[in-house]
């Protein structure tokens, strides 16, 4: 059947070239490249499988994600890093790693810099068990690969401004009319 509709098919020609811009990193309708913030991991690409390395005490080396950010919004002095595993505790998420106070001209936290005990001139709030560290990924035995969200959070806030031992909720609290943006990659694992 024949859609004839002249705003169903201004929708449908609107949201092919969203399609289309999404595949060719352009922006729809401006003919130019994305330049909103991005981050990036050099562990795994976007949707790829994160490797063994990252894995906690499930035959892992618990090694903290590396994680990079770039093209920050205006204003921006510190990110917050955070890593979720939605698929976790039943679909209610895991937090893996909590890290803010970090200041937005480093431009990555390099893999191991959230072990416990490290001093990376940053904050670290509580994982999933408590501790102020990266707790590595480490999915049920059975279940389909978990996605894992890495997340950085641009701010208005200085380095240093949030006390230390927030945990993931409190810290989305405390940043509520300070962030200035959003990103976030994304890796699978199973085992």
């Known amino acids: 059947m024949r859609n004839n509709n002249p705003l169903a098919l201004s929708i449908a020609a609107f949201a092919f070239t969203g399609l289309l811009a999404g595949c060719t ?3 729809p309708g401006t003919g130019k490249a994305f330049t909103g913030m991005r981050v990036t991991s050099s562990a795994f690409g976007d949707n790829g499988v994160i490797p063994a390395d990252h894995a906690g005490d499930c035959g892992g ?3 903290s994600l590396p994680v990079a950010w770039s093209n920050l919004p205006a204003r921006t002095k510190s990110v917050a890093v955070l890593v979720l595993d939605p698929d976790g505790a039943a679909g209610l998420g895991v937090s893996h790693w909590v890290a803010y106070n970090i200041a937005a001209e480093r431009g990555e936290l390099k893999a191991g810099e959230g072990q416990a005990g490290s001093n990376f001139n940053f904050t670290m709030g509580p ?3 408590g501790a102020p560290a990266y707790r590595g990924v480490c999915p049920p035995v059975g279940d ?3 996605h894992y969200v890495v ?3 641009a701010t208005d806030l200085a380095p240093g401004s949030l006390p ?5 909720d ?4 405390a940043l509520k009319g300070h962030a200035l943006g959003g ?3 994304v890796g699978l694992y199973s085992r």
Do not use: D, E
């Not at 230390?164 to 993931?168: E, F, I, T």
């Not at 409190?170 to 609290?173: N, Q």
């Open 25 to 27: 990193g352009m922006s």
């Open 61 to 63: 080396k618990n090694v």
């Open 127 to 129: 994982n999933v068990a």
């Open 144 to 146: 389909r690969p978990h």
């Open 151 to 153: 997340t950085v959070i």
């Open 164 to 168: 230390a031992g927030l945990a993931r």
């Open 170 to 173: 409190a810290l989305l609290a």
């Open 183 to 185: 990103q976030s990659v």
